[in-house]
Nanobody, 118 residues
Framework: QVQLMESGGGLVPPGGSLRLACAVS????????MGWYRQTPGKERDMVATITRAGFGNYADSVKGRFTISRDVAKNTIYLQMNSLKSEDTAIYYCNGREWNGGEDDYWGQGTQVAVSS
């Protein structure tokens, strides 16, 4: 069973930066797409950014120009560089991996808390 493990969350003031990492226990290319999602209490989990096996990124409008998703195949890790953080970015951030196995299967990490506050 492939496992995803996030790290890098924390408390940061508005305008600050954080970099999240998601380490995959198996091979990164197991997944045809990986991404970051976030969730706040009482709300649905929303897509923040995704990256395909070919390296194409896609972003939620609310983070375009501030967040960058990337991956290091050699380290089996994806990253989310978050700059110019705002209070509304406060959430639990989850790493996701999606594979095709006759149908789509989603794998999730345990989540990491990001809090943006002065």
């Amino acid at each position: 069973q492939v496992q995803l493990m996030e790290s890098g969350g924390g408390l940061v003031p508005p305008g600050g930066s954080l970099r999240l990492a998601c380490a995959v226990s198996g091979r990164l290319d197991t997944f045809y797409r990986m991404g970051w999602y976030r969730q706040t209490p009482g709300k649905e989990r929303d897509m923040v950014a995704t990256i395909t096996r070919a390296g194409f990124g896609n972003y939620a409008d609310s983070v375009k120009g501030r967040f960058t998703i990337s991956r290091d195949v050699a380290k089996n890790t994806i990253y989310l560089q978050m700059n110019s953080l705002k209070s509304e970015d406060t959430a639990i951030y989850y790493c996701n991996g999606r594979e095709w196995n006759g149908g789509e299967d989603d794998y999730w990490g345990q989540g990491t808390q990001v809090a943006v506050s002065s």
